[in-house]
């Protein structure tokens, strides 16, 4: 016997991806410049939140506090997706209030991955003092592989073809000091790849947490965790191991970071 579908689920799927998507299968106006604004971060409010960290582990190592980073980024990212999902179950809390919410949900997801992301390239070394550029290494780390091939294709440009340390590499493509002359060519396939990839990704994810009958709970949680996971894991093989030794501008007695020298003199997010 066939398995009747559920109408409900079906309406709430339908719902969910016309609020994203046109008649013609395309992001609406507005969907992408939402993505890509929610991985924008300055680099004053991730070195604020390392020393936060570090306030509360004074005797942490960089390993650590890398682990401590994780924790707190798998955690965030899953309570956001399972809290999200369960509002299908609120009386009066309708489809189209719950796919808001789910938008808000991917976000947030984006926001918490551009957070964890730079603090791991910090602890590395790598100073991302230019949002555009620190917003163009959480992408390519969320697209994994394609995204990292990219990024060495340009750490390759950055090192004269020299096969030299990757983090190192990593670390000349995004540091002040030296411009790319290709960066923005590179930055531009992987913001492409970057929101095509996402939008079916996290469309997957949006139509899961808007789902009733407290499915989207499970879905939106179980989604969450798994591109985390998938994030932390493109993060570790970008950057390898951790280093000994935490860089000396994150250390507990080092001066605060002045808001005002950000590269190009481009602000970001202001979050």
Same mark, same amino acid.
């Given at each position: *016997?066939?398995?009747?579908?559920?109408?409900?689920?079906?309406?709430?799927?339908?719902?969910?991806?016309?609020?994203?998507?046109?008649?013609? #299968?395309?992001?609406?106006?507005?969907?992408?410049? %939402? $993505?890509?604004?929610?991985?924008? @971060?300055?680099?004053?409010?991730?070195?604020?939140?390392?020393?936060? $960290?570090?306030? /509360?582990?004074?005797?942490?190592?960089a390993a650590q506090l890398a682990a401590i980073l994780e924790r707190d980024y798998i955690r965030a990212v899953t309570g956001g997706g399972a809290v999200v999902g369960a509002t299908a179950v609120v009386p009066g809390v309708g489809? @189209?209030?719950?796919? #808001?919410?789910?938008? !808000?949900?991917?976000?947030?997801?984006?926001?918490?991955? !551009? $957070?964890?992301?730079?603090?791991?390239?910090?602890?590395? #070394?790598?100073?991302?003092?230019?949002?555009?550029?620190?917003?163009?290494?959480?992408?390519? @780390? %969320?697209?994994?592989?394609?995204?990292?091939?990219?990024?060495?294709?340009?750490?390759?440009?950055?090192?004269?073809?020299?096969?030299?340390?990757?983090?190192?590499?990593?670390?000349?493509?995004?540091?002040?000091? %030296?411009?790319?002359?290709?960066?923005?060519?590179?930055?531009?396939?992987?913001?492409?790849?970057?929101?095509?990839?996402?939008?079916?990704?996290?469309?997957?994810?949006?139509?899961?947490?808007?789902?009733?009958?407290?499915?989207?709970?499970?879905?939106?949680?179980?989604?969450?965790? *798994?591109?985390?996971? !998938?994030?932390?894991?493109?993060? /570790?093989?970008?950057?390898?191991? %951790?280093?000994?030794? @935490?860089?000396?501008?994150?250390?507990?007695?080092?001066?605060?970071?002045?808001?005002?020298?950000?590269?190009?003199?481009?602000?970001?997010?202001?979050?």
């Amino acid at each position: *016997m066939a398995k009747r579908s559920n109408p409900a689920v079906r309406i709430a799927q339908e719902t969910a991806h016309n609020a994203v998507f046109d008649a013609d #299968g395309k992001p609406k106006p507005g969907v992408h410049n %939402m $993505l890509l604004k929610a991985v924008e @971060i300055q680099r004053p409010l991730v070195l604020a939140y390392i020393r936060r $960290l570090q306030k /509360k582990h004074p005797k942490a190592t960089a390993a650590q506090l890398a682990a401590i980073l994780e924790r707190d980024y798998i955690r965030a990212v899953t309570g956001g997706g399972a809290v999200v999902g369960a509002t299908a179950v609120v009386p009066g809390v309708g489809t @189209i209030a719950s796919l #808001g919410l789910s938008a !808000a949900a991917t976000v947030g997801f984006l926001e918490a991955t !551009a $957070l964890y992301a730079t603090s791991l390239a910090e602890l590395h #070394g790598i100073r991302l003092t230019n949002p555009e550029k620190a917003s163009t290494m959480v992408m390519a @780390i %969320m697209l994994g592989e394609e995204g990292t091939s990219l990024l060495s294709t340009l750490s390759s440009q950055a090192a004269g073809g020299a096969g030299i340390n990757t983090t190192k590499t990593l670390g000349s493509v995004f540091s002040k000091a %030296m411009p790319i002359s290709g960066f923005g060519a590179v930055r531009n396939k992987i913001q492409k790849a970057f929101l095509k990839n996402l939008l079916k990704r996290q469309g997957t994810a949006l139509l899961g947490r808007a789902l009733p009958f407290g499915i989207g709970a499970v879905v939106g949680g179980a989604g969450n965790l *798994m591109m985390g996971r !998938a994030v932390v894991s493109n993060a /570790k093989e970008a950057f390898g191991p %951790m280093p000994d030794t @935490i860089p000396g501008e994150l250390t507990l007695n080092a001066a605060a970071p002045d808001n005002h020298t950000l590269e190009g003199n481009t602000l970001g997010s202001q979050r």
